[in-house]
Each structure stands twice: as structure tokens, then as C-alpha cells.
Nanobody, 115 residues
Framework: QVQLVESGGDLVQAGGSLRLSCAAS????????MGWYRQAPGKQREFVAR???????TYADSVKGRFTISGDNAKKTVDLRMNRLKPEDTAVYYC?????????WGQGTQVTVSS
């Protein structure tokens, strides 16, 4: 089992920045990659960004150029630096860890961007 704990969510004005952090514990040796998803009120959870054990990163089109994901593969931690935030970025952000087809989720951290 893998446990994930997120931190860093907050209320910020449009155009501002935030950094989310996530740390994994438990059976972390098996993790192939980590990432972030988000869920806005009334919407489905959507992919935001991921980084695999080799350092390759992938981003949703909606955040490319504004968000940067980074991670420490040995420690199994992942950060999401969010710049130029928009009101539409408001959501609960969930940390995700995966190996093969197994996915683990954190409890989520609220990000609210005011206009």
C-alpha cells in the first residue's frame, strides 16, 4: 500500500502562484511515477501533470507553460509549481502515484483562485 499526503493548497488571487507538495509513504519502492489531478465542483476529475521515474513529464494542455511538475524519485515526493493562476484553476488537487495499473490517491488539497 501507498499513502500520499498533500500540502500547499490556499486561496490566491488570479495571476498569483502556489506550490503544491506531495509525499508518498509505505510501499514506495514500486512507484513508477507520480502526478496531480484536479476536480472542480460539478466536474469530473481531470489530469493535470505527471512525472515518471525517468524524469519525463506530461502536462494537460490547459496548464502547459504555467505549471511545472518536479519530483525526487528516491524520496517519492512530487511538487507542482503553479504560476499565472486563473479562476478556472479552482479545484481540489489530488496527488496520484502509480505502478502498472495500480493507482493511489491523496485526500486532496483545495486551491481557490479569486478573480
Amino acid at each position: 500500500q501507498v499513502q500520499l499526503v498533500e500540502s500547499g493548497g490556499d486561496l490566491v488571487q488570479a495571476g498569483g502562484s502556489l506550490r503544491l507538495s506531495c509525499a508518498a509513504s509505505g510501499s514506495i519502492f514500486s512507484i513508477n511515477g507520480m502526478g496531480w489531478y484536479r476536480q472542480a465542483p460539478g466536474k469530473q476529475r481531470e489530469f493535470v501533470a505527471r512525472i515518471n521515474s525517468g524524469g519525463w513529464t506530461t502536462y494537460a494542455d490547459s496548464v502547459k507553460g504555467r505549471f511545472t511538475i518536479s519530483g525526487d524519485n528516491a524520496k517519492k515526493t512530487v511538487d507542482l509549481r503553479m504560476n499565472r493562476l486563473k479562476p478556472e484553476d479552482t479545484a481540489v488537487y489530488y496527488c496520484n502515484a502509480y505502478y502498472g495499473t495500480n493507482h493511489y490517491w491523496g485526500q486532496g488539497t483545495q486551491v481557490t483562485v479569486s478573480s
